[in-house]
């Protein structure tokens, strides 16, 4: 089976495309220019590096969140888009367990993590078990000390929201965390990864789904303000 993963939560989105769980090649958007524009292109140029076609796609795999507002909107309309137009099935994947899936089977627990403002960041524990991965409790946000409660002995830390914030987290914890060789890879691929196992099982995104951001918009809380300032 081939899938075409996009993960667009992150402040590197990426693009995979994936042949029986194995990377065929990868791609990041560049950082500054609109995610809109350049998706689509991005998604033909890496079909036609490993000569394939969008219709050779048979499974979809997206980012739902938490991440980037605007982002995961954008990835979230455009493989929808896809899915109408190939009548193929699509699957969500959590950011976060994208990141996750990126690492190679280790005994120690992942502590997935996205960047949000300095001191601030999305988390969730996710643990190998055989070729599978299992989270560990609810995904959360919050601040540095709030995450370091999760952290309850050794885990392998991922993300931007740990690399982006790696004093703090020192400073905090007091010694230096294990993580990644890699932290910031790409997570398009895991997103593809996981998605194998969710598309085996059935699991697909309904039609109309939203992404999770796990908390609210800048436009929500505008809005909030405004209703309690009389506006």
């Given at each position: ?9 992150t402040a590197s ?34 079909l036609v590096s ?182």
């Amino acid at each position: 089976m081939v899938i075409l993963a996009v993960e667009t939560g992150t402040a590197s989105p990426s693009v995979a495309i994936l042949k029986d769980r194995t990377l065929l090649a990868s791609s990041v958007c560049q950082p500054g220019q609109s995610l809109t524009s350049q998706l689509l292109p991005t998604i033909d140029r890496l079909l036609v590096s490993v000569g394939l076609r969008m219709t050779d796609c048979q499974g979809l795999a997206v980012s739902i969140g938490p991440g980037s507002f605007t982002g995961l909107r954008v990835g979230l309309a455009t493989v929808s888009a896809l899915r109408l137009a190939l009548q193929i099935p699509l699957v969500g994947v959590s950011t976060l367990e994208g990141l996750a899936w990126n690492q190679a089977p280790v005994h120690l627990p992942i502590f997935s993590t996205v960047y949000i403002k300095p001191g601030f960041l999305y988390w969730g524990c996710y643990q190998w078990e055989g070729a599978t991965m299992t989270r560990r409790g609810n995904e959360a946000m919050g601040t540095v000390a709030d995450s370091l409660k999760c952290l309850k002995g050794n885990h392998l830390v991922v993300g931007d929201g740990w690399s982006r914030n790696r004093e703090l987290f020192v400073l905090e914890h007091g010694e230096l965390i294990p993580s990644s060789p890699d932290p910031e890879t790409p997570s398009a691929q895991g997103i593809g990864l996981a998605g194998f196992g969710l598309l085996e099982r059935g699991q697909l995104l309904p039609e109309g789904t939203s992404p999770q951001y796990l908390q609210p918009s800048y436009a929500e809380v505008a809005i909030g303000t405004s209703k309690v300032s009389g506006g």
